[in-house]
């Protein structure tokens, strides 16, 4: 959980004033301050209408999934509600017997919910706002009123058809919106809708604050939708989709219909609040603005925009990165322009793998009128391709990089400050830089590997095993262990999909998945240790293993959905130990995959047994008198790609200790729950880490020991809210054998990132974030001097590392290479964050 900097509120605040004045009656938000301008403010003349042949479909075969291409095409087409070909009507999600169980919901609750089964006729003509709304708020779940829950999960199925909507369709907390990929279902507008948002995921209450803190928004996705703003007025301010949200979430193979008329108030997409996460392969078609955004930081990827005035209005900013961008025939590409009082809102952007087509202004940055922060509008743009642009980048005062009326690419360019070997920094620089030097094995053919992650909708349902038919129990007191592991050896040797049903499957020993497994989780699913196998810190065992050591690390895996957990004190609990190697032009993938240790029911590791205790001195283990409570200490460590490793495909991961009790109740109140290690890699590579972030760990988040060809996109860390109370020295004890760091003085707090010995480690955005010393968040407010720990980022022995927009928070010193201070916050802040647009070592 994350404040809110004091960008981020004015900005939202303003904006939303901006939006309640000329929203319909039926949303009622207060808010006070009135300071910018709306984000539906007229942008140029809109771009011509897109004929149907600009709506291309692919198809995909065997265990790959359809995705997106580079030319951003769907993995199904939007559905009539006549529609019958096996694309439509043979979708195993639909077909599969659901036996998914919620062990703390209460008896007879369900959680697969098809809307048809609610009363929604998805006929075009029928108005089925209701009978949605009843399918996602059946069974006493945690909606708008509700702190937060993980004890009512639900998957909202939507067959292929269109659904009229008359009123805001209203998202509950941990919710899977999800349609038939092979023929997507759409949402339509009606003419006479009554609303801000077509759907709203995080709806505004009377008092004028969201349902839920958007900083803990977890555990939900959106996925195979068309959202249709097509039937409604022109000059009508509407958005397709609100979504303020953060780790663990996701939207995804998504398509936005809107008008396209001049001078049109229509949005696709709007956030305001919250720290993502990832969103990816999403087509937009008109709008005002296609995509209006702001959030502490996201990784977007494969996006592609067609005729909108502006493709994507950034409204604030700590970090973003943009892979695989296309916008096509706009007005205005990027719009970085945001300012508030006379203050850049957009702090640092990346930008890489993307294209600019037929759009007279490609990016544009700054504001005349702003005079702060002093550093803000850091970007990295790398390997853009225009076409027709005529002007690539315009800043305040004008052209600061020309188009062409033909094709060109910015190899890369970038603004900020930066610090190399050659030069000590912080130098500004605004101009053409080197890019990175890419391996091979990470960008076959000059462009990062990437993969959306598989739906397996082009095969039957026969060809899944359901693992609570296979007599797991998933309620969260028999042990599956052994069921487990027969289902996923089974599911290997014969080539079937392993359907982890809803629910919690507890395991008193390590699950083995081999090479050849595909897993797809049920509105995650969660895999629980437990018992005295994981207790020892002394002999640390793996909650998950995939693959073995020796031969059986050769071959691959494909992983969705799923959340891996402990219960209670598993101080030797290594909860994802990853061995495969896969071949290089077929890499291992997971996809929203997920540790979260503490703070759940289940989990026993809450407010009633972890409480804070911020004001007595945590000095060493034994449970009162200010000792550390072993019965909290829950993980030895979140993951571990080891050396065998290779060619691993990481989306949307999130490694969560828990700073807070989630459950109603509780009312986000913080806890301390003591993990030791984040995420450690020794791999050789390549890896991908694409939207990923790990959080409150005693040693490190992120840690890279003899590895190389690492492709980072926006990771996020938070360091252990109660450091250093007791410092990074407990309550586990350092081990050699998993490289882990000594800290030789009293006081210290972990790394965020630690790289030792390694080669090609390329960071596409980074946010390392300290907001607490000991549980006061005095240390990370503007003018105190960022003195919640004193280093975060530690760069050791023959590393070649390249980071572009670094940015802390917290931290006097952002950045230690072997041992010696080299960048400070000081020479460095935007606002509430400290940013670095380019930091590299020679290695």
């Known amino acids: 959980m994350q404040p809110l900097s004091l960008r981020s509120l004015v900005a939202v605040s303003a904006l939303l004033s901006a939006f309640v004045a000329a929203a319909p009656k039926a949303v009622t938000v207060v808010v006070t301050s009135t300071t910018t301008t709306c984000p539906f403010s007229n942008s140029p003349p809109p771009c011509p209408q897109p004929t149907e042949s600009e709506f291309e479909f692919e198809s995909g075969s065997g265990s790959e999934s359809t995705s997106l291409t580079r030319r951003s095409t769907i993995s199904g087409s939007p559905s009539s509600t006549s529609n ?6 043979d979708f195993w999600l639909e077909k599969i017997a659901h036996r998914g169980v919620a062990p703390f919901a209460g008896s007879g609750y369900k959680v697969f919910r098809n809307v048809r089964d609610y009363g929604a006729k998805g006929d075009g003509i029928n108005d089925d706002t209701q009978a949605i709304n009843k399918a996602i708020s059946d069974g006493d779940r945690c909606g708008p009123g509700c702190t937060g829950s993980t004890k009512t999960p639900a998957l909202i199925y939507f067959p292929p058809g269109t659904y009229m909507v008359s009123s805001p369709i209203i998202d509950f907390y941990y919710t899977n919106l999800i349609g038939n990929p092979g023929c ?33 928004v977890f555990w939900r996705q959106v996925a195979n939708l068309v959202l249709d703003l097509s039937g409604v007025a022109p ?66 990827r494969n996006i592609s925009i067609h005729n909108a005035e502006t493709a994507i209005q950034q409204l604030w900013s700590w970090g973003w990165t943009y892979q695989g961008v296309s916008i096509n025939n706009c007005e205005v590409g990027f719009d970085f322009t945001a300012s508030t009082d006379g203050n850049l809102g957009v702090g640092s952007i990346t930008i890489l793998d993307s294209e600019i087509k037929d759009t007279p202004i490609g990016i544009t940055f700054g504001a005349a009128a702003a005079t702060g922060p002093a550093v803000a509008n850091n970007f990295i743009f790398e390997n853009v391709r225009l076409d027709n642009v005529a002007t690539a980048i315009r800043g305040p005062q004008g052209t600061v990089l020309a188009g062409a009326p033909g094709p060109s690419t910015i190899k890369a360019w970038g603004r900020g400050h930066k610090y190399t070997p050659s030069s000590a920094g912080p130098t500004a620089f605004e101009g053409p830089t080197p890019p990175n030097t890419r391996p091979a094995a990470l960008a076959p053919g000059g462009t990062y590997y990437a993969r959306s992650k598989p739906r397996y909708e082009n095969l039957p349902v026969s060809e899944f095993l359901s693992a609570r038919a296979a007599g797991a129990a998933g309620d969260g007191t028999t042990d599956d262990t052994d069921a487990l592991n027969a289902l996923f050896h089974t599911a290997a040797a014969a080539d079937k999909i392993v359907l982890l049903d809803a629910g919690m499957y507890v395991v008193t020993s390590t699950l083995h998945i081999p090479a050849g497994s595909r897993i797809v989780g049920e509105a995650f699913p969660v895999l629980l240790s437990s018992g005295a196998f994981f207790a020892s810190a002394a002999h640390p065992q793996p909650v998950v293993q995939v693959g073995a050591p020796g031969p059986a690390a050769d071959g ?189 003085q009293t006081g210290e707090s972990g790394w965020g990132l630690r790289v030792v010995d390694s080669e090609a480690v390329l960071v596409y955005g980074a946010g390392l974030y300290s907001f607490f010393d000991d549980y006061d968040v005095g240390c990370s407010q503007i003018g105190e001097g960022a003195t919640c720990q004193k280093r975060i980022f530690s760069v050791e022995g023959k590393s070649q590392v390249r980071v572009y927009n670094l940015n802390t928070v917290g931290t006097s010193k952002m950045v230690t290479v072997d041992g010696r201070d080299v960048v400070a916050y000081e020479d460095n802040i935007d606002g509430f964050v400290h940013s670095v647009s380019l930091f590299e070592t020679e290695g």
Request: proline content about 5%; glycine content about 10%.
């Open 556 to 744: 691959r895996i494909e992983w969705s959905n799923t959340i891996v957990s402990t219960r209670g004190a598993q101080a030797g609990a290594i909860l994802i130990e990853f061995h495969l190697a896969a071949p290089a032009d077929a890499p291992s993938g997971l996809w929203d995959v997920h540790t979260r240790v503490g703070g759940f029911a289940g989990s026993e590791l809450q407010l009633a047994q972890c409480a804070k205790t911020p004001n007595a001195t945590v000095t060493a283990a034994g449970g009162g008198g200010g000792g550390v409570a072993p019965a909290c200490v829950a993980a030895f460590m979140s993951m571990h790609v080891t050396a065998a490793a290779a060619a691993l495909y990481m989306e949307n991961c999130w490694l969560w200790v828990a700073d807070h009790d989630i459950e109603e109740g509780a009312d986000n109140e913080q806890i301390t729950v003591y993990a030791g290690r984040g995420l450690l890699v020794e791999s050789q590579g390549p890896l991908w880490l694409v939207g990923t972030s790990v959080e409150h760990h005693q040693f490190y988040e992120y840690q890279f020991v003899n590895a190389r060809d690492v492709f980072m996109g926006q990771i996020q860390t938070e360091t252990a809210y109660y450091q250093p109370n007791p410092d990074a020295r407990l309550p586990f004890a350092a081990v050699a054998k998993y490289h882990d760091p000594v800290f030789a």
């Open 84 to 89: 019958t070909t096996p694309a439509c009507t």
């Open 184 to 216: 997507l279902p759409v949402l339509k507008a009606t003419p006479d809708f009554e609303g801000a948002w077509l759907l709203d995921t995080n709806q505004y209450q009377p008092a004028g604050d969201l349902a839920w803190g958007a900083t803990n």
């Open 235 to 300: 000059e009508t301010k509407m958005v397709g989709l609100h979504w303020p949200s953060s780790q663990s979430t996701s939207l995804s193979n998504m398509v936005f219909k809107m008008s396209e008329e001049k001078g049109n108030q229509h949005q696709g997409l709007f956030i305001e609040q919250g720290s993502g996460g990832y969103i990816g392969d999403l087509v937009f078609y008109g709008g005002a603005q296609a995509l209006s955004v702001g959030n502490q930081q996201f990784t977007m």
